[in-house]
């Protein structure tokens, strides 16, 4: 299984950018299941943060910073996870990854969905820089 970020870049305080990650090698079941699937950021110094994340029942999950602002989806035709970041500040900038739970049809408790343990799916992270 493959994940790969794009659509990174730098952006003035108030901009958009939409981030992908395309997904390759994972596999369905015949009753039409989903992955849990998430974006993470992080910034030197500090941990992993949890921003979006898509369940496995199609439920959304957002940090309370990003509400409002940002927008998960996924494309399941394509294999591709989205994330609209919208009215970005420069406390978005981060590096941001993609992250799948490899177990599909798991559903997450509240207490879990930004957990980075709970994915073991990991791309390679995109840099986003949001200047004032």
């Known amino acids: 299984v493959r994940l790969m970020e794009s659509g990174g870049g730098s952006v003035q305080s108030g901009g958009s950018l939409r981030l992908s990650c395309a997904i390759s090698?994972?596999?369905?079941?015949?009753?039409?299941?989903?992955?849990?699937m998430a974006w993470f950021r992080q910034t030197p110094g500090k941990e992993r943060e949890g921003v979006a994340m898509?369940?496995?029942?199609?439920?959304?999950t957002y940090v309370d910073s990003v509400k409002g602002r940002f927008t998960i989806s996924r494309d399941n035709s394509k294999n591709t996870m989205y994330l609209q970041m919208n009215s970005m500040k420069p406390e978005d900038t981060a590096m941001y990854y993609c992250?799948?739970?490899?177990?599909?049809?798991?559903?997450?408790?509240?207490?879990?969905?930004?957990?980075?343990?709970?994915?073991?799916?990991w791309g390679q992270g995109t840099q986003v820089t949001v200047s004032s």
């Open positions: 992250a799948v739970d490899g177990a599909v049809g798991r559903i997450l408790g509240p207490d879990q969905v930004f957990v980075a343990l709970e994915y073991d799916l």
């Open positions: 090698g994972l596999t369905y079941t015949t009753y039409n299941l989903d992955y849990n």
């Open positions: 898509i369940g496995s029942d199609d439920s959304t």
